[in-house]
């Protein structure tokens, strides 16, 4: 079935540094992926998505890049700041309809 | 800006009861979903709702699970017959089109 890997489960960066998770997809036919932030006990918030007929996307300290012959997406923080600590998922969709997340990174930004 | 909102926020039910978790998607979407999330785990698609039926459902969606859009603005997701593992946090989504989704804030459900 489908299957979206992630990678690293945990990550820690001194403030100021970069962050880097990067994701890969089984389901060649996928075409959208996005980006969530997920706070302790909260809802996942959408943070950046990119479509399949894009290479890059940036908003601000926030970077998405794909490469859709390797089925690799990555997600980029950059200044990191303590608020960023949180669980980030990266999905996939799979079909029209259907989407799958990765397992998580859990992003710790020291102070 | 409008918001999915979610109810219960917590649902405590005895091991064979039946649970409805209900959800209010935001008005003018089209297409919604629920997940679930065990604790500390990834998110899982479970079924994916437009037009008035089912779309897409995972394996995890079987027998005794259930959706309906009872009315112009409810969204609920019915488990018939509850067991321990399906303690979890029951997120809801919507989105106008196929992309953009908005999750409520979920429901924890506890199966004793």
């Known amino acids: 079935g489908e299957n979206v890997e992630q990678h690293p489960s945990t990550l820690s960066v001194q403030e100021g540094d970069s962050a880097v998770i990067k994701c890969t997809y089984s389901?060649?036919?996928?075409?959208?992926f996005p980006w969530y932030k997920q706070e302790l006990g909260k809802r996942p918030q959408l943070i950046i998505d990119?479509?399949?007929?894009?290479g890059e996307k940036k908003d601000q300290r926030i970077a998405v890049t794909l490469n859709k012959t390797a089925k690799h997406f990555s997600l980029h923080i950059t200044e990191t700041q303590p608020e960023d600590s949180a669980v980030y998922f990266c999905?996939?969709?799979?079909?029209?309809?259907?989407?799958?997340f990765g397992t998580g990174t859990r992003l710790k930004v020291l102070a | 800006e409008p918001e999915v909102t979610q109810t219960p926020s917590h649902q405590v039910t005895q091991m064979g009861q039946e649970v409805i978790l209900r959800c209010v998607p935001i008005s003018n979407h089209l297409y919604f979903y629920w997940y679930r999330q065990i604790l500390g785990q990834k998110v899982e698609f479970l079924v994916s709702f437009y037009n008035n039926e089912i779309s897409e459902k995972s394996e995890i969606f079987d027998d005794q699970f259930s959706v309906e859009r009872p009315d112009g603005s409810n969204f609920t997701l019915k488990i018939r017959s509850t067991k321990l593992e399906d303690s979890a946090m029951y997120f809801c989504?919507?989105?106008?089109?196929?992309?953009?989704?908005?999750f409520g804030p979920g429901t924890r459900l506890t199966v004793l």
């Open positions: 989504a919507s989105l106008y089109g196929p992309e953009r989704q908005f």
């Open positions: 999905a996939a969709r799979s079909g029209t309809y259907k989407y799958i």
């Open positions: 389901d060649s036919a996928s075409n959208y």
């Open positions: 990119i479509r399949s007929n894009v």
